[in-house]
């Protein structure tokens, strides 16, 4: 099963995260659904925090969480 082995912050918005099979996601948050209103806490701010991973998910202490499954559903709809 795929996981997510680490993940860090780049230029401030975009995470970048590297899976077990050795692929690498460059994802920009400002394209996170502005319909969830849980991930507005990440809109305001000019530079994220580091985030921390569990290999399914990316998550901020106290703060919202972001699936894998969420990840690359985002990313096939936007290149469809």
Do not use: C
Not at 22 to 34: Q, W
Request: no cysteine.
């Amino acid at each position: 099963m795929l996981q997510i082995t680490r993940v860090d912050i780049v230029d401030g918005q975009t995470l970048d995260i590297e899976l077990s099979n050795g692929h690498l996601i460059l994802f920009d948050t400002r394209h996170l659904p502005k319909t969830n209103r849980s991930y507005d806490s990440l809109r305001n701010l000019e530079a994220l925090p580091r985030p921390n991973t569990d290999g399914a998910s990316i998550f901020w202490k106290e703060g919202p969480r972001i699936t894998l499954e969420e990840v690359l559903q985002w990313l096939s709809n936007n290149y469809k």
